[in-house]
């Protein structure tokens, strides 16, 4: 199988240095920068349980160079995923799966559970730039359960966890889903198959749409949010918010917020993916996991004050420092 990782990141790092690593695949990097840099002269290099995993790597910034593969695994910053659409099709052969595996509510999320009117997300592809460049017949969805950085370029450490979620969107069982399954499991990743990944998006996002930004804006940790009883009710009205969209959307949340808090403060001083973004100056992923559930809300009748106001301030702040859009700029 030739595999393609889109954006050799935190996350994609780590699933590139991993499936290299085994030797079951041809795995290749679309990468830019100091990273396409680092992975010419260093191939994968990946952290974790105290030692260096290390693998050749066959990397580059134009997509003809790498040729057409069986499955593509995008791993960028939510910003920079429409551009990366634009420049895909050089990768995709007739049955090329494609394996988003990012942050927040994906472009296709609403297509079929919504009326056909209604299913277009403005607040992700704005004009359709995604859908086109991807067709939806391609996607795999994908939810990541791990915690990973970049210390530097090229090197991913990795912090915890290892759970991948992979599922058809319409919830059907498929040879191809069973076919990533299994290489993920080869390369050590607790991978499992999902006739439910929209219900598992929309978990892990009812988890951490508030942690993330409230942490971007403050500077704190998890554990210190949590402890401020202000922030922490702020936070809890915003979950509900986002639960009573997912019973809307078909995908209800058995547990309260305060239930997932506690699972959240296990994490002790942890810094969320956002809160590593707005420290390192990358852009902001607020569209997808924040101002979306607002748009969702709005599609089906729910009220968010307080995911509105979650995201004005998360876009104010953003803005203010420059890693959100400026519509006045």
């Not at 050799?8 to 699933?15: C, D, K, L």
């Amino acid at each position: 199988m030739r595999v393609c990782i889109v954006g050799a990141g935190a996350i994609g790092g780590f699933i590139g240095a991993r499936l290299a690593a085994t030797g079951a695949c041809a795995v290749s990097a679309l990468a830019r920068g100091a990273t396409l840099a680092a992975l010419q002269s260093h191939g994968w290099r990946l952290r974790q349980d105290g030692g260096l995993l290390q693998a050749p790597a066959m990397a580059s910034d134009r997509a003809e160079a790498l040729g057409r593969q069986d499955l593509v695994v995008i791993a960028v910053k939510g910003p920079a995923l429409p551009a990366v659409a634009d420049g895909l099709a050089p990768l995709l052969g007739p049955d090329t799966a494609v394996l988003p595996a990012m942050n927040g509510v994906p472009w296709w999320f609403a297509h079929g559970i919504l009326p056909p009117e209604q299913a277009s997300l403005a607040t992700i592809d704005p004009d359709g730039r995604i859908a086109r460049g991807i067709p939806a017949a391609r996607v795999v969805g994908c939810v990541v359960h791990a915690s990973t950085s970049t210390p530097e370029p090229g090197v991913v450490q990795h912090h915890m966890g290892g759970g991948l979620i992979i599922g058809e969107p319409d919830g059907s069982a498929s040879d191809r889903v069973e076919r990533i399954v299994a290489l993920l499991a080869q390369a050590g990743f607790d991978a499992t198959a999902s006739r439910t990944i929209r219900h598992d998006i929309w978990y892990k996002l009812w988890g951490n749409m508030t942690m993330n930004p409230v942490s971007a804006i403050t500077g704190a940790t998890v554990d210190r949010i949590l402890d401020d009883p202000l922030v922490r009710r702020f936070c809890s009205d915003a979950m509900d918010e986002a639960a009573r969209i997912g019973r809307e959307l078909g995908c209800a949340i058995d547990q309260s917020a305060e239930d997932r808090h506690a699972v959240t403060r296990k994490l002790g001083a942890f810094k969320s993916s956002m809160l590593q973004d707005a420290q390192a100056g990358r852009p902001l992923e607020l569209d997808a996991i924040v101002a979306v559930v607002r748009e969702l809300g709005q599609k089906v009748g729910v009220p968010t004050p307080s995911i509105d106001a979650l995201f004005g301030l998360a876009r104010l702040y953003g803005r203010a420092h420059g890693l959100y859009p400026d519509v006045s700029a």
